[in-house]
């Protein structure tokens, strides 16, 4: 039974979410505002969490950037009432594996939630992947530059992964969204390309000053070899 861990002010929202989870196999606990979440974290880091933009002691945008340096790889789907275009790609920014707009559906909340755990269990065909300057391992989620190790997120790792199994060659955004969202992307959907773009950001150019990811227009990625 997977702990989850609610971060809510909203007490009736997250009964009402602890009640439908509880029926789908979680163990759910709730923090209403990120002093008390921060302590549950250092005490026991759960399975997954579900985590507001807006907390009355401050920003969940603030604590997801905690979280991200403290737990690297702990998945992370936020929560956001106003549902704003900014909340979401800063979110997916700072490293949120998944991002909903309140009100949201139990049973989406609850598929998404099942994406982001399918997604951080272990994965027993990968090995070690190395590429001129960059070696990556997918069971760590690290990855070696030139001597420096880069710690990447459950949805970075799968992308990474992806690309590098057929470096040069295009992957198709459907593809790839299946891997790293675990869904397929939707209209307007940009989770994908803000996951690119922070991985980008990560592992850098190639020591000539190449782009190591590279989009093909109305194709997908590549990793450029």
């Known amino acids: 039974m997977p702990a989850l861990l609610l971060i809510d002010d909203d ?24 002093h008390s979440a921060r302590a549950a974290l250092a005490a026991q880091a759960p399975a997954a969490v579900v985590l507001d933009v807006m907390l009355p002691d401050g920003s969940g945008l603030e604590l997801l950037k905690q979280l991200r340096s403290d737990h690297p790889e702990l998945p992370v789907l936020m929560l956001s009432a106003r549902g704003e275009p900014l909340d979401r790609i800063l ?38 992947l190395e590429l001129g300057d960059l070696c990556f391992s997918p069971a760590r989620g690290v990855v070696n530059i ?13 992308l990474l992964e992806a690309l590098l199994r057929q470096p040069g060659e295009p992957v198709d955004k459907q ?5 790293a969202l675990g869904r397929k992307l939707t209209l307007y959907d940009r ?11 990560k592992i850098g150019p190639h020591p000539d000053g190449r782009p190591r990811i590279l989009a093909l227009r109305s194709r997908g990625y590549y990793y450029s070899a």
């Open 146 to 158: 030139g001597g420096h190790e880069v710690i990447l997120t459950i949805s970075e790792s799968r």
């Open 11 to 34: 007490r009736e929202l997250c009964e009402l979410l602890a009640s439908w989870l509880s029926q789908e196999g979680f163990q759910v606990s709730a923090c209403h505002d990120g």
């Open 175 to 179: 593809e790839l969204a299946q891997l």
């Open 91 to 128: 979110g997916l920014e700072l490293g949120a594996d998944d991002y909903l707009a309140k009100p949201c559906d139990p049973r989406e909340l609850t598929a998404r939630l099942r994406a982001v755990l399918r997604r951080s269990l272990p994965v027993a065909v990968s090995s070690q």
């Open 191 to 201: 989770s994908l390309d803000m996951h690119v773009s922070n991985l980008r950001k």
